[in-house]
Structures are given as structure tokens and as C-alpha cells.
């Protein structure tokens, strides 16, 4: 059985990555989509909302499951059973860092492929901090996220008081 693992930060899930995400799983046998903690990052939604959003928009397809996880992706990839870790290319500037992580993935854990899917052209310009910021100024997502991701953008940045407490997450 092929298990691979899509590993990212997701805050929040947007269309770009749900694309991956189907793209992916058409292609083995079991996806786990890997929601990572950084310890040092502040993300807008919390780790167990990051997860819920995923868990809401995966629901139906079989082969597809989330978890979260913390520490290297490489270990989390061995830790599931995977054979596989799949990443998403949007511009030159994603290749260049997928190519140095992928290196320093290579020389820590050689047993693990990577797989980049390029990005689907009608989501090459999306990424999750643009998504907060435009939501934050109040502009439509429509196509962007899926409808629940931009409710719960909606709510986090409805009050005056949100938008305070969260000014600093972008
Ligand atoms: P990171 O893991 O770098 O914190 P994200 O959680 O935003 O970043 O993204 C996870 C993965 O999805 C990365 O490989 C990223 O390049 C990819 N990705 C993000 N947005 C898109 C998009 N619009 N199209 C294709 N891939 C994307």
C-alpha cells in the first residue's frame, strides 16, 4: 500500500492546497494530510481549528485522513508509515525552497520520496497569508477557500475586538 503524507502549516486551508490534496490521493493508496505546529510560529487559527477545517473539507473521500503533528516532517512521514511526502509548486520561489528542504529531507530520512504537484493554474496566486489579509480588509473569497474556511475567516475577523487580537498573526 502506498501511504503518502502532505505536510504544511494550513492557516487556513485554501483551494490551492484542497487541489493538492485531490490531485494526490488520486495517486495512492492513502493520503494523510499532516497539519504542523510550529513552536515558534503564532498561526491565526489554532492548531485543533487548522485540523477541524481540513477533517470538514476531506469529508467523503475515503482515502484521505488528517493529522496533526509536530517535530520533523520526515519523522512524522516514518511515524505513519509512509513511503511518500507530496508538496505543492506555485512559483520559482517554492521550488527553490522545496529544493533545499527536499535535499535536507533526502540526507535525513533517504527511504522517503518526494512528490511536487505544480499548482493548478487557476491557483497560482493563492496563499494563505494573502487569504488573511483579505479577508481581514473585508474582500470576497468566493473560489478561494472552501465556504466553511471562509466562514471561519469571517468570524475571526468580525469583531473590532478580533481584529485587534489578531493584527499580528498575518
Ligand atoms: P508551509 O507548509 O510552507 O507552511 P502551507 O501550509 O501554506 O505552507 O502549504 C503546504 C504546501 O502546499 C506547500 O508545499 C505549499 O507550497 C503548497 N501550496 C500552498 N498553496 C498552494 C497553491 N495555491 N497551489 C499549490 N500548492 C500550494
Same mark, same amino acid.
Given at each position: 500500500m !502506498? @501511504?503518502?503524507v502532505y505536510p504544511g502549516t494550513f492557516d487556513p486551508l485554501t483551494c490551492g492546497h484542497m487541489d493538492i490534496i485531490v490531485r494526490a490521493s488520486a495517486l495512492v493508496d492513502k493520503l494523510i494530510v499532516g497539519v504542523y505546529e510550529? %513552536?515558534?510560529k503564532q498561526p491565526l487559527f489554532s492548531l485543533e481549528q487548522r485540523v477541524k477545517l481540513v477533517e470538514e473539507a476531506i469529508t467523503g473521500m475515503s482515502n484521505v485522513? *488528517? $493529522?496533526a503533528f509536530t517535530g520533523l516532517a520526515v519523522d512524522f512521514v516514518h511515524a505513519v508509515g509512509g513511503k511518500a511526502m507530496i508538496r505543492g509548486l506555485r512559483a520559482n520561489s517554492d521550488f527553490e525552497r522545496e529544493f533545499e528542504m527536499a535535499l535536507m529531507n533526502r540526507k535525513l530520512a %533517504?527511504?522517503?520520496? =518526494? #512528490?511536487c504537484l505544480m499548482t493548478s493554474s487557476q491557483?497560482?496566486? #493563492?496563499?494563505? !497569508? #494573502?487569504?488573511k489579509e *483579505?479577508? $481581514? =480588509?473585508g474582500g470576497c473569497l468566493e473560489g478561494m477557500v472552501p465556504d466553511h474556511v471562509a466562514v471561519? @475567516? $469571517?468570524?475571526?475577523?468580525? !469583531?473590532s475586538n478580533g481584529l485587534a487580537m489578531n493584527k499580528n498573526k498575518l
Open positions: !502506498t @501511504l503518502a510550529h %513552536p515558534a485522513h *488528517v $493529522k %533517504p527511504d522517503i520520496e =518526494l #512528490l491557483y497560482q496566486f #493563492l496563499s494563505s !497569508t #494573502l487569504i *483579505v479577508s $481581514k =480588509l471561519a @475567516l $469571517k468570524e475571526k475577523f468580525s !469583531t
